[in-house]
Nanobody, 115 residues
């Protein structure tokens, strides 16, 4: 019902950068906050950053100052610029939206940080 499509993952060296994009419908982007989450094997999915339709943002402490989330309402995308990547940032990154108590997720995009 709420398809989300992530792109932009890849393999980077520590200290490198990636830019992830999440595409959704105009309705979803206009009405709901969109967030980036990540999940590593054996770990619970965790919030990385979120942005509201009004542009308010929040970040996990671990990525503050390194990641930046933004909206492009022309393309209906939420982007996550990731700089100064660390090995612990490696995960599958998902964009998601919470509507009521239900979470909707994309397929995810793999981010690998390795020398």
């Amino acid at each position: 019902q709420v398809p989300l499509v992530e792109s932009g993952g890849g393999l980077v060296q520590p200290g490198g950068s990636l830019r992830l994009s999440c595409a959704a419908s105009r309705r979803i982007f206009s009405m709901y906050a969109i967030s980036w989450y990540r999940q590593s094997p054996g770990k619970q999915r965790e919030l990385v950053a979120g942005i509201t339709p009004g542009g308010d943002t929040n970040y996990a402490d671990s990525v503050k100052g390194r990641f930046a989330i933004s909206r492009d309402n022309v393309q209906n995308t939420v982007n996550l610029q990731m700089n100064s990547l660390r090995p612990e940032d490696a995960a599958v990154y998902y964009c998601g939206v919470k509507i009521g108590v239900r979470d909707y997720w994309g397929q995810g995009t793999q981010v690998t940080v390795s020398s």
